[in-house]
């Protein structure tokens, strides 16, 4: 057996400097040459260690095994048995926290670089694949879907193969909810998730934009237009407030407001000085597009050490790279304003850490006397993200938990009310993209069983 490399083929990445002028995707992607050599890498473990780690359940040795014979689409044929979206997991999935975190190569050098094979793998899925068609055989039932994330994205695909009738509805003119607002393109391109939503299309998924559930529409209207199930996956998008004094300053925004105005609308706010508070992907984003739009020093200010960020990784060592700088154990305490009324900056205080808490991770508290200011002239917060409380009026007969979630069943997505299913980031909260898509496409066998046991098309009220 030849000796295992304990080094992964590097992947090539834009140099920081060009980075900062540019909305380009980072990382560049595997040649077929460097996908099989890292390929070569994988043990195929018959424990298959990151396939339980894996949200999703993804054959992982399987196909990284057709991958290094060459096999390209029986590679593509087995990710495609537990995932939908190989192109867009492989780039936003935190693989450090997930099945490269489990890999057995890993305890010896670095782990098989899995996400970078998946991404391989989906790219040449996506360019090489002939257009899809819906089924011949169709069901006769239909099946609306709330929520055009990841989570009712994947139910679509699953159900349309399935030959049901699918209406995606969405807030926003456009199919993929945070993947197509809140993800800038440095870290998932346009066309990578074009393809996907054309797919959605080809298989004759209705898509219905600019509908709020609510508003717009009633979930009782969905019943009463013959559709005889509902998936509800319309995420966590709302940010939390902070509470504190200044937040609704013009120059404060939450990330959502930032990165949907600069993605969707070209919103370029001008800013030398960026404020950026938060630990997560989210933060990292918003810190990286402020860059981009030509700021001269973004800061991201976290509560917790640098040990504690929820970020990935890669988005840590890319902001490190482009100049970002970080404020630990540092958390808001107040917005200041001019004369008049624009942000100049944020008062702040350190933290001290203490054990760990429910999350597993450290409690933070405010150390008395510690308060600091730091200059900005935008200031945006990525702190955490909670279901649109305008929701609740309408989820009549669904159970929600005391913070305004969906109690789903998990293997199943099933809500308390007969023909309501739910999934994704409306009863986890904020999570990944893999899990949501996971979430969709158990809902989406449970529905598909569901519709094939009524006898015949009936309404939800008597299902
Ligand atoms: Fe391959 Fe690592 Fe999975 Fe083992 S744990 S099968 S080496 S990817």
Redesign the pocket.
């Known amino acids: 057996m030849p000796k295992l490399n304990p080094r992964r083929v590097p992947f090539r990445r834009l140099q920081p400097a060009e980075r900062r002028r540019s909305f380009e995707e980072i990382e560049q992607g595997y040649s077929l040459e460097e996908a099989l050599a890292e390929a070569e890498r ?4 018959p424990a ?3 396939v339980s780690a894996c949200p999703a359940g993804n054959l ?2 399987d196909w ?1 095994g057709a991958l290094s014979e060459g096999r390209l689409e029986e590679a593509a044929r087995i990710i495609h048995l537990r995932s939908v979206f190989p192109a867009i997991c492989s780039r936003l999935c935190d693989q450090s926290q997930q ?1 490269e975190g ?4 890993g305890k010896r050098g670095d ?2 670089a ?1 996400g970078r094979l998946e991404r391989f793998v989906g790219d040449w899925e996506q360019a090489t694949r002939p257009r899809a068609r819906p089924p011949e055989r169709r069901t006769g039932r239909r099946v609306a879907i709330v929520g055009a994330g990841p989570c009712g994205m994947a139910a679509a695909v699953s159900l349309a193969e399935r030959g049901h009738e699918v209406h995606l509805f969405d807030e926003l003119s456009a199919i993929g909810g945070v993947l197509a607002w809140g993800i800038p393109t440095f870290r998932l391109p346009e066309p990578v998730l074009w393809a996907e939503t054309s797919r959605l299309l080809d298989l004759s998924v209705v898509f219905h934009g600019g509908v709020r559930l609510g508003a717009d529409l009633g979930l009782d209207d969905l019943f009463m237009r013959d559709f005889q199930a509902v998936l509800l996956a319309t995420g966590a998008p709302v940010p939390s407030p902070l509470g504190v004094p200044g937040e609704d300053l013009p120059g404060v925004l939450s990330s959502t407001e930032f990165l949907a105005g600069v993605k969707l609308r070209g919103e370029r706010p001008a800013a030398r000085r960026v404020l950026v508070f938060g630990g997560g992907n989210t933060a990292m984003d918003a810190a990286a597009t402020a860059v981009r739009l030509g700021a001269e020093q973004v800061t991201i200010v976290y509560r917790r050490s640098r040990a504690e960020l929820r970020a990935r990784p890669e988005e840590i060592r890319s902001a490190e790279e482009e100049g970002i700088a970080f404020e630990f154990q540092a958390v808001p305490l107040a917005f200041l304003a001019d004369e008049h009324g624009r942000l100049v900056g944020a008062r702040c205080a350190r933290t001290a850490l203490g054990p760990r808490g429910a999350e597993g991770r450290a409690t933070a508290r405010l150390l008395a006397g510690s308060e600091f200011e730091l200059p900005a002239d935008l200031a945006v917060l990525a702190l955490g993200f909670r279901p649109d409380p305008r929701l609740r009026a309408e989820l009549r007969g669904v159970q929600l938990d005391e913070r305004g979630y969906v109690v789903a069943d998990p293997a199943t997505g099933r809500t308390s009310r007969p023909g309501v299913w739910a999934g994704g980031d409306l009863v986890t909260g904020p999570s990944t993209v893999v899990g949501a898509m996971a979430w969709g496409l158990r809902a989406a066998a449970d529905i598909d069983r569901f519709l094939a046991e009524a006898s015949r098309p009936q309404s939800v009220a008597s299902a």
């Open positions: 994988c043990l195929r473990c298959r260690p990151c992982i040795p990284i099945c489990a890999c057995v190569v782990p098989v899995i």
